[in-house]
């Protein structure tokens, strides 16, 4: 296989599966992963322009017994602490994981800041008079400097 050798000057972009890059054009250009982890609240990725992105899959256990038109909503009672903090409320993304009790259990709002997701309140389309696990997953992404 044939190798081309191009530095990436004046902002080119190349496509290419054959194609050498000249490392020292790129270190200057591209955001770097500058750390990772996990701890007991979840993920993250942090990266040299100073955005991060923290993410986790939890389950907390919810009574779906306030109505909301023909269907009944249900509140965490805890918050979501993220695994590192942001210096300002991230943008946040909540799933449902679709199976067995919970399948028609969408997310219905939440509250959030720098530190944790507050008041995840789920609905769905029949009560329960008893409390059902749910399990859903989180992305957030934000600042961390």
């Given at each position: 296989?044939?190798?081309?050798?191009?530095?990436?000057?004046?902002?080119?972009?190349?496509?290419?599966?054959?194609?050498?890059?000249?490392?020292d054009?790129?270190?200057?250009?591209?955001?770097?992963?500058?750390?990772?982890?996990?701890?007991?609240n979840?993920?993250?990725?942090?990266?040299?322009?100073?955005?991060?992105?923290?993410?986790?899959?939890?389950?907390?256990?919810?009574?779906?017994n306030?109505p909301?038109?023909?269907?009944?909503?249900g509140?965490?009672?805890n918050?979501?602490?993220?695994?590192?903090?942001?210096?300002?409320?991230?943008?946040?993304?909540?799933?449902?994981?679709?199976g067995?009790?919970?399948?028609?259990?969408?997310v219905?709002?939440?509250?959030r800041?720098?530190?944790?997701?507050?008041n995840?309140?789920?609905?769905?389309?029949?009560?329960?008079d008893?409390?059902?696990?749910?399990?859903f997953s989180?992305?957030a992404?934000?600042?961390?400097k």
């Amino acid at each position: 296989m044939n190798k081309t050798k191009v530095n990436l000057d004046n902002n080119l972009i190349l496509k290419s599966e054959n194609v050498e890059y000249n490392n020292d054009t790129l270190k200057n250009t591209l955001d770097k992963i500058i750390e990772s982890g996990s701890n007991a609240n979840g993920r993250w990725i942090k990266y040299s322009d100073g955005n991060m992105i923290c993410y986790a899959e939890i389950t907390r256990e919810i009574k779906f017994n306030t109505p909301s038109g023909s269907s009944y909503t249900g509140e965490t009672t805890n918050s979501i602490i993220f695994p590192q903090q942001f210096v300002t409320s991230p943008r946040v993304a909540i799933n449902t994981q679709n199976g067995g009790d919970y399948y028609y259990c969408v997310v219905y709002g939440f509250k959030r800041n720098e530190k944790s997701i507050n008041n995840i309140v789920f609905l769905r389309t029949s009560s329960v008079d008893f409390a059902v696990n749910i399990p859903f997953s989180y992305i957030a992404i934000g600042r961390w400097k």
